[in-house]
Every structure is written in structure tokens, then in C-alpha cells.
């Protein structure tokens, strides 16, 4: 790579049949929200901004966006409230920061940041979160900034057919407008440091307490800078028992495999073991980029060495 373009970014969000992308106009929402959130990645590393900075600001904006399973769209638990995780890690010296089960915050993965960075801890989980979060002059949002309309029909859907339900879900018999939600920034900068950030709302109709993969450092989210960064979405007990992203990651230091021979190995490993469901992006430390996924579609883009912004289901 030259010194032009020598960064590579991906995000990602969301996994699933995604049958409510039925349509022209829907399909363009997405995927013009993935390339702005990258672009904004690319503005933040053109300027001299890290991969954690980008990676920071690049799920914020996810998280700000009502179509996506995290932050102010999160998706309701059984007891119809918002349950939000978190994760940020940083691939120079593998520091973390994650947050789980919090609510009334517009962008858990800022706060993962300060776990990260304000605290001797890597996780703190609902209440602790909630009152580092204010010690941190984080400001809390009122409820009703979470709760749209379409999350609330899908809470009654889920209750309606007792079960959970995964954002963008492509189970047989799950077809309508379901999603395995979360969303993830991963990114390479010019200094050679890969980040990575995953946030979700989780599980429609979840039970009070549950917390997914995306907050757990080797499941959800992994940075490191001998080998590569990942975020994953999906099913999050499945990446939690084959702690997929940290398998991508041991594939490249062991095998010296690239992204992409790691990422298919990984989503092998993935349903071969677990018969997991979701997806992952990762950027290999030579900017490499790589996604794969064992629902039918995930939505994701990425600026591979600096190119163009890339978006596809
Ligand atoms: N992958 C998101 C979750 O299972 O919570």
C-alpha cells in the first residue's frame, strides 16, 4: 500500500434473510447509510484520526440510526425495554472496553470507550454501567428515544409466536422482516493499528439479563495487531461457544492465513461446530478486507487500501 492508501474500513449491519428488503427504495436506505458511515470512517482516518477513533465514530453513527439493531433502534426484551451491549478494542495492545444490559444511553459503544479507557475494568453490566456512565458526564436519554414503532410490532410478533426472534432471523420458518442485529466498525490505519466496535439491542423478546456476543472480547469483537480485526453479528450464543472472532484471529497467527482464507475457515468452523448463524467482517493487518456469512444475506461494505466504498447484502 502507499502512503495514499495505507487504511482499510468495514462495517457492517446486521445479518439475516432481511425480507424486508423487498424493495428498491429500502435496499438504497441501507446501503446508503453503510457507505456514509464509511466515508465518515474515511474522513476520520484521512485526517489523521486512528482505527479506534474511526471505528468509534463509525458504530456511533450506526447506533444513531433507527434501521439498525443498536443504539436508538435496539430491539425490545420480554419486558418490552431496551437491553444494549457494547464492545471496543483497540489491536496496539489489546485493550478493551464493553458495556451489557444498559439502556437510557444513545451510544453504548462511547461508553465502552471509557470502560476502556476511564476504568481499571474491561466490562461493567446494567447498573454499574449506568452509574459509570453518569460519573463519566455521559448524558441519558429519555425512553421513548428508543422505542419506534416497527420495534414494537416486532416485540408483539414475538410474543404473539412465543419465541425470540433475531433481527433479520432466516430460520425456516422465521422469514418475515427479521434481522440477526448488531452492527460493527472495523478499520486499519496508516500507523498499522487495527480497531474493532460491535453494538447491539440484541434478541427481540430476549429474556431481562441476557447478554449476546457482541460485548465479549474473542466472540463479538477482536483487535489485534499481529493478525487482524473482526466484528460479528448473529446469533450471539453461537459465537459465544465457538468464540468465532478470536478463532479468525488464531487462524491467521497459526496458519498465516489472509482475511479471507481465515474469515472462510472461521464461518466453516462457525456452522460446522455450532451450526451458527450470522455473520462477520475482518481486515487483515496487510488491509486486506473479507466478510462471510451463513444466513442468506448481511448487509456490509468496506474501503479495501483506500479505495472505493464498496455496500452489498
Ligand atoms: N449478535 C447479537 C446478539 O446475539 O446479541
Redesign the pocket.
Known sequence: MSAANNYSIMVHGGAGALDNVKDDKTAFRYLESIRQVLEHGRNVITLGGSALQAVEACASLLEDDPVF?AGCGSVLNEDGKVEM?AAIMDGRDLSAGAVAAVDNIANPVQLARLVMSKSEHVMLISEGAMRFAEHCGMSRVPEDYFYTPDRIEQLHQARLQHKIM?DHDDTEEDTEDQK???IGAIALDPAGNLAAA?S????VN?RMG?????PIVGA?VYADNETCAVS??????D?MRSVISKTISDFIWMKEMNARQATDAGIDYLVRKVNGR?GVIVIDKAGNCASGFSTKKMIHGWIEKGGESVCRF
Not at 447491539?200 to 434478541?203: D, L, M, V
Not at 441476557?210 to 457482541?214: H, L
Request: aromatic share 12%.
Open positions: 439493531n451491549d433475531l440477526y442485529g448488531t460491535t447491539t439491542g440484541g434478541i430476549k441476557r447478554v449476546g456476543d457482541s463479538g460479528a453479528t448473529g446469533f450471539g450464543e459465537f450470522g
